[in-house]
């Protein structure tokens, strides 16, 4: 013992600080680097995401055209209906569900896409808040005396 303290012993406790250290500053390198990759996945499912909003805009635009379409079709044939006869009212009708049947398909669609997209979001949202950072260490242990 020299001058009131250890020299082995503050040796030995000074390499564990710096190991402790050592071992977070790895884990914080390690921990950077996974939160980097969920942003980047995070930016993935969003670009997904802006374009799947884009296609749903497309199909819905795509949607109501054909609705428009149909019905301007379906008044069409009415009006040549009332003087050509029940056959062609007929045509009409079949031609008027078949379109309601795609819009209803094109619609299922969409809205499973977007819950599909809404569940990704969620989980990936959750896995970045799950991330546990390690506690930054007490600098005062590491002193210039």
């Known amino acids: 013992m020299r001058q009131g303290y250890d020299r082995f012993e503050v040796d030995q406790a000074i390499d564990e600080l710096k190991r402790e250290k050592d071992v977070l500053l ?7 680097k996974q939160i980097e990759t969920l942003q ?5 499912v969003k670009k997904r995401y802006q374009q799947l909003v884009g296609e749903i805009a497309v199909r819905e635009r795509a949607s109501e055209e054909m609705s428009r ?6 008044n069409s044939i009415i009006d040549n209906a009332r003087s050509n006869a029940d056959m062609i009212v007929r045509e009409a009708m ?15 669609e969409s809205h499973l896409l977007r819950d599909e997209l809404k569940d990704k979001l969620e ?8 991330l546990e950072l390690p506690d930054s ?6 002193s210039d005396d």
């Open 26 to 32: 790895r884990q914080a390198q390690i921990n950077k």
């Open 123 to 130: 989980k990936l949202e959750e896995a970045i808040d799950g």
């Open 137 to 142: 260490p007490d600098l005062s242990l590491i």
């Open 69 to 74: 379409l149909a019905l301007r079709e379906a």
């Open 40 to 44: 980047e996945q995070c930016n993935v």
């Open 94 to 108: 079949s031609t008027s569900r078949q379109v309601l049947i795609e819009i209803a398909r094109i619609s299922n």
